[in-house]
């Protein structure tokens, strides 16, 4: 699973950084370029609660072959797509594909993690990830420069066979007893999950607006590499998350998710000002620290009380709040970035990560988690 994961994300983040410079190469705006990513997880979070609740199903293995074969040809499809119009109204369906792969991914980790070390499980399993999003940039961005949008696309389109290959070569997971199918809203998404993870939107507008332009804003204030972020970015993450998770799950996992946002909060604001190597750096540490953490320790938190033959559903629920606030993060600090500038879009950003915290304070007081997900007797 974790070179699964980390084949998915070397493919992904070498196409997320790239295309806005593709789509400003085509004749787009700033707001334009912001939309592929903004386009890519609306899809996303809109199907995720649906296809969650098909890998509980189908099995999470078949339906991870049958999104890494469809997501081969999108890759190919960017290859040939002769304006950026036809990319960005590709995107929407990859998003779909994208969805299923994710949750059937996570739910079938989660499966094989000790329920009492499941937040340091989760961070060990995220390290694949981690790993491709410090080198992907670079080489997507490197081959871009030297071979050209094309080339890219084709080496994309050779790590999406790779990716099913292996899922191919995995275990088949785990079948549970299930219910009689129902096509119902309420047995098909868990919407108590959505409103509980607003959290998840709230701070992940940010990481939607700086994944899709912080290598922009660095061309912009001339800062170099342009992948620096990045990479400091993920070597935060690497150094404290094993022990972060593992913290965790030893005193309780609402007691560290708190914290984790303030550093986020605090990470954002550095980089409002940031216009050097340094302060890049730092902005990229404070933030990989918080975010690095928080999503595996608030899975966790929410795990301890979902019922086995849910967890596909529910991760649909987690990704559908988590995609639509990349989405929304990657649109709206491309429309702020055109009009009022960079360090003024990314501040608004900080402002909403910055209110994830009252409003976990406020749902773990109502107590959500145990009164809404508790399993059936």
């Given at each position: ?15 997320l950084?790239v295309?806005?410079?593709h ?14 990513l ?16 098909m ?29 950026y119009?036809i ?8 998003g ?5 792969l994710l949750?059937s991914?996570s ?6 993690v ?6 340091e ?19 997507g ?7 050209g ?6 080496e994309?389109?050779g ?12 275990p088949p ?8 199918l129902?096509?119902k ?6 919407w108590r999950?959505i ?11 940010s990481?939607?607006?700086?994944t899709?332009?912080?290598?922009v804003y ?7 590499p342009?992948?620096l972020?990045f990479?400091?970015?993920?070597v ?9 998770s ?12 708190v914290?984790?946002?303030g ?5 954002i ?8 190597r ?82 976990f ?17």
């Amino acid at each position: 699973m974790c070179s699964y994961s980390f084949t998915v994300f070397m493919s992904a983040f070498q196409l997320l950084p790239v295309a806005p410079f593709h789509i400003l190469a085509l004749g787009g705006t700033a707001s334009e370029a912001g939309l592929f990513l903004g386009f890519l997880t609306y899809a996303s979070a809109v199907s995720a609660p649906i296809t969650g609740a098909m890998g509980d199903r189908l099995g999470k293995r078949r339906i991870l072959i049958v999104a890494s074969l469809a997501i081969t040809v999108f890759s190919l499809l960017y290859a040939v797509a002769p304006s950026y119009h036809i990319i960005l109204g590709l995107v929407l369906v990859h998003g779909v594909f994208w969805s299923g792969l994710l949750s059937s991914s996570s739910a079938y980790v989660t499966d094989i993690v000790p329920k009492s070390r499941r937040a340091e499980g989760l961070g060990y399993a995220g390290f694949a990830s981690i790993l491709a999003v410090a080198v992907a940039p670079w080489i997507g961005l490197w081959v871009f420069d030297r071979g050209g949008w094309t080339l890219l696309c084709l080496e994309m389109a050779g790590l999406n066979l790779i990716m099913a290959f292996i899922a191919w070569r995995l275990p088949p997971d785990t079948r549970r007893e299930m219910p009689p199918l129902s096509l119902k809203p309420a047995d098909l998404v868990e919407w108590r999950v959505i409103i509980g993870a607003v959290t998840l939107f709230l701070y992940s507008f940010s990481y939607g607006g700086i994944t899709s332009f912080v290598a922009v804003y660095a061309e912009q204030v001339g800062v170099t590499p342009r992948a620096l972020f990045f990479t400091a970015f993920s070597v935060a993450i690497i150094a404290t998350r094993p022990f972060i998770s593992r913290y965790a799950d030893r005193i309780g996992h609402a007691r560290v998710i708190v914290p984790c946002l303030g550093m986020m909060v605090v990470g954002i604001a550095v980089l409002v000002f940031a216009s050097t190597r340094m302060t890049f750096v730092l902005s990229a540490v404070l933030f990989g620290v918080g975010f690095g953490s928080a999503y595996p320790v608030f899975v966790a938190h929410l795990m301890h009380h979902v019922p086995d033959h849910r967890r596909g559903a529910t991760f649909g629920a987690l990704i559908g709040a988590f995609d639509t606030g990349i989405g929304t993060g990657s649109i709206s600090i491309g429309w702020l970035s055109e009009h009022y500038g960079f360090g003024r879009a990314f501040a608004v950003a900080g402002a909403l990560a910055l209110l994830s915290i009252p409003y976990f304070l406020y749902m773990e007081k109502r107590q959500w988690t145990t009164s809404a997900l508790a399993p059936p007797a």
